[in-house]
């Protein structure tokens, strides 16, 4: 089974450009038998799908959030990569990668805390 590790500073100031890195693990990332999802869960409410990237690189965004993200990925490092920018403190929430086959999610890393705050 992939196994999924997120990783990337815990605290952004806002105004900031929040980054954080996804390693993968038994599995590739450039592997056509899933795609690779970023996911928050914003203190006290439900998860949000932020966007994804395919095995061949394609990307897609969520609507509300398109004009902040960028997903990419480094195929020597078997890990995909998340920038949001121009943060604010609605940003501060539990970011999580996933494995993605259309609408469902299979493997899920552990969750890293972001807080965005001065």
């Known amino acids: 089974q992939v196994q999924l590790q997120e990783s990337g500073p815990g605290l952004v100031k806002p105004s900031q450009t929040l980054s954080l890195t996804c390693t993968v693990s038994?599995?590739?990332?450039?592997?056509?038998?899933?795609?690779l999802s970023w996911i928050r869960q914003p203190p006290g409410k439900g998860l949000e799908w932020m966007g994804v990237?395919?095995?061949?690189?394609?990307?897609l965004y969520s609507p509300s959030l398109k004009s902040r993200t960028s997903i990419s990925r480094d195929t020597s490092k078997n890990q995909i990569s998340l920038q949001l920018s121009s943060v604010t403190p609605d940003d501060t929430a539990v970011y999580y990668c996933?494995?993605?086959?259309?609408?469902?999610?299979?493997?899920w890393g552990q969750g890293t805390q972001v807080t965005v705050s001065s």
């Open positions: 996933a494995t993605q086959r259309s609408w469902s999610f299979g493997s």
């Open positions: 038994d599995g590739s990332i450039t592997s056509s038998s899933y795609a």
């Open positions: 990237i395919f095995y061949n690189g394609n990307t």
